[in-house]
């Protein structure tokens, strides 16, 4: 059995560790907070944006337009592998690594195997995960996890969508998880481009929509940046997730904290209980020595 001065110290230690991971947890519920705030005002403007160019696909005669909605054959991949850039969140990270391997050794086995799968990173972890697993990844965009504008998010989208454009990459991808509440995420691989038809307005014409000055003017505007939006909401639904799967990591370790030192305080008196009756257990032996 460990002595008294050892468990007290191991109590001293978790009493520590209890006190990072509570305030951990009320700093990613803070965090979570305006995250999930954010990616609520932007989802509806995105997934109604979304569907607009879905349902213009049809309309796009101009040979410039229509190359965004241009379906190949997927030879040449483009993924965004979307993790964090710190750790202490759970599976989050680990599950979209694995999900990618998963991708690259089955669905996009054989365009990985011929060297056209490009593995664009954001966020150190996944970076740092995938190449263990030596597999090669771009890291020019590893940064945008740390501060998420869409500033940065459009300009990081922007040189894939032009490189789509002109038949570097036949297909684009974003692999991360998808927020739906503080203690679950979906992970999910989304399709970016080639734009997808909507699914959400089926059934409405495309002679609804009234363009103005002209039509051509407006859709070479509206259509990229609707990819641009489409992907910053994609990366706002990461962070939410991240914080909420940090939350909930946070939380367990907390209550596994408390546990453990129950079972520390609990060994430590049976160690005391143990040496004081060893004490008296001597007391007695010497006493009886003596007067025999």
Do not use: W
């Amino acid at each position: 059995m460990p002595s008294q001065k050892e468990i007290r110290a191991r109590i001293s230690s978790t009493i520590s560790t209890q006190q990072i991971t509570k305030a951990m947890k009320l700093v990613s519920a803070t965090k979570l907070r305006k995250a999930s705030e954010a990616i609520v005002r932007m989802r509806p403007y995105a997934e109604k944006l979304q569907g607009i160019m879905g349902n213009l696909q049809e309309s796009t005669e101009d040979a410039r337009l229509a190359a965004f909605f241009e379906a190949r054959e997927p030879k040449k991949l483009a993924i965004f592998v979307v993790t964090s850039d710190r750790g202490l969140c759970g599976a989050f990270n680990a599950n979209v690594v694995k999900t990618t391997r998963n991708l690259l050794q089955g669905e996009y086995a054989e365009a990985y195997k011929n060297g056209g799968v490009t593995l664009f990173c954001i966020g150190k972890k996944g970076a740092e995960s995938l190449r263990r697993y030596g597999i090669e990844v771009n890291t020019d965009y590893v940064s945008l996890a740390i501060d998420i504008n869409a500033e940065k998010t459009f300009a990081a989208i922007d040189g894939v969508l032009q490189r789509f454009l002109v038949g570097e990459f036949d297909h684009v991808s974003v692999v991360y998880n998808k927020f739906k509440n503080a203690a679950t995420q979906i992970l999910v691989n989304e399709t970016l481009l080639p734009i997808q038809p909507s699914t959400q307005t089926a059934g409405q014409s495309n002679s609804e929509y009234l363009f103005e000055p002209g039509k051509i003017e407006i859709l070479q505007d509206l259509i990229p940046r609707s990819v641009k939006t489409l992907f910053y909401r994609q990366i706002l639904d990461s962070l939410a997730s991240e914080h909420g799967a940090r939350m909930v990591a946070m939380d367990k370790a907390t209550d596994n904290a408390g546990e453990l030192l129950r079972s520390l305080r609990l060994e430590y008196n049976q160690a005391r209980q143990a040496a004081i009756t060893r004490e008296i257990s001597e007391i007695v032996g010497g006493v009886a020595a003596l007067e025999g």
